[in-house]
């Protein structure tokens, strides 16, 4: 497609950028953010854009080559903004109306004025009809969760985060498949491997070797104040090494062992503790394993790594992860299997069992997608559909992207949107 991209400030002192891109959803609101900034070296009073958002109109051509304009009623009140030099304000519009736009290319204009200049912004867009192809809900261990998604597009995929009420563009890629980095930020920065290689997308994008090319990513890729961990399981003839790769803010991957002969990782867990330190776990059919990660510039220093629950000859672990013990804190809630008997136990992080394993009745399952002790209850896939289970009921849910647990129950991403279902 060829893009047209008008952008033009027509005086000083401000200087405004947008987010406006090229694919938008049908059904949904056109929402773009606007970056004002005051570039001079003077303290600047203007209107406020956020409250006078009349001042703000959006011209569209539609792809019939009619055009119309848009924009919000003139209102009483005029409140003003007074930015100081270098100082910046950030606000959403929405385009009125634009959640009833048809499938089609338009031409989509901006024009701003601030009582001390005029801002003109024109690009091609295109509103697609909604098509997921991937999801990626990350749960924390107190409820509170947040989805990716992937609109398939044409050659590119195109990123969007799920913020109510509507869905936030965040880039594109050649993936199939991208998930969300834990870190201490609101921004919502992603990751994706192809072949042996890492690529982080923040403001920039990074490519990072993983140095072997069978490895595989062994848990979610966290951030601290200074480094991104990734846990990776290296295949071996005989079972596998277990490294986590540590890389800086130049992109440069330190890779420290955990341990060597590891059995393929099953599953894992992460998450950011109250003081910022950065805690997993790792499973295997013979146990659950927890490590912290902190930097270390020798590559060849070691993560320490100890088992929560190692497995007996008559146990084998089916799912691991944090949860909230209402006594304890961060602790860990496992389901494991003893003979044919399925049993889940709280241990905390260091080991120590926090009462007594419970026996659990479920069918025969492939796997357990999502597991839960408050409200106790899985999601798991059988070999023709999924199911929410309970202490006392099992109910089949709809076809999802990606399924987890909430504080209310099982979360389904359908429609570009996640959704609380009531099974």
Not at 121 to 132: T, V, Y
Request: glycine share 4%; charged share 20%; aromatic share 10%.
């Amino acid at each position: 497609m060829i893009q047209l991209l008008l952008s033009v400030c027509f005086a000083t002192p401000l200087s405004i950028q947008t987010d406006l891109h090229e694919n938008y959803l049908h059904k949904q609101s056109i929402v773009i953010q606007f970056n004002i900034r005051n570039s001079s070296n003077e303290a600047v009073t203007v209107p406020d854009l956020s409250e006078q958002t009349w001042r703000t109109s959006f011209s569209l051509t539609h792809p019939d080559g009619h055009t119309d304009k848009r924009s919000n009623s003139p209102k009483s009140k005029s409140p003003e903004w007074t930015l100081k030099p270098r100082e910046q304000r950030q606000i959403r519009l929405e385009v009125p109306s634009s959640a009833g736009l048809g499938v089609g290319s338009y031409t989509l204009k901006i024009q701003i004025d601030y009582e001390k200049g005029t801002y003109e912004e024109q690009r091609k867009i295109d509103i697609r009809p909604l098509k997921a192809i991937s999801a990626d809900i990350l749960t924390s261990h107190d409820s509170r969760f947040e989805t990716l998604w992937l609109q398939q597009g044409n050659g590119q995929n195109h990123v969007y985060s799920d913020q109510r009420p509507f869905d936030v563009y965040l880039g594109s890629t050649t993936s199939q498949k991208i998930q969300r980095i834990l870190q201490k930020d609101i921004q919502p920065h992603y990751y994706w491997l192809e072949d042996s290689n890492l690529f982080i997308q923040t403001e920039r994008q990074q490519r990072i070797s993983l140095g072997w090319p069978n490895a595989k990513p062994a848990g979610r890729l966290t951030k601290d104040a200074s480094h991104y961990y990734l846990p990776i399981w290296v295949p071996r003839t005989q079972k596998g090494d277990l490294y986590v790769a540590q890389i800086d803010a130049k992109g440069i991957p330190v890779f420290r062992k955990v341990h060597v002969a590891s059995p393929e990782i099953l599953g894992s867990d992460s998450l950011i503790s109250t003081t910022h330190e950065i805690f997993y776990l790792v499973y295997t059919k013979g146990g659950v394993e927890f490590f912290k990660t902190t930097a270390n510039e020798q590559p060849n220093f070691p993560v320490n790594s100890k088992y929560v629950l190692k497995a007996d000859t008559d146990q084998e672990i089916k799912h691991a992860l944090f949860q909230l013990h209402p006594e304890h804190g961060v602790s860990v809630f496992i389901t494991f299997s003893v003979k044919e008997k399925l049993m889940y136990q709280w241990f905390s992080i260091h080991g120590r069992p926090l009462g007594d394993p419970q026996a659990i009745a479920m069918p025969p399952f492939v796997e357990i997608v999502d597991a839960s002790a408050v409200p106790l209850s899985w999601i798991i896939r059988t070999e023709k559909q999924v199911l929410f289970c309970t202490a006392d009921s099992q109910k089949v849910l709809p076809p999802s992207l990606e399924y987890a647990i909430g504080k209310d129950g099982p979360l389904l991403f359908s429609k570009g949107n996640l959704i609380r279902h009531k099974p």
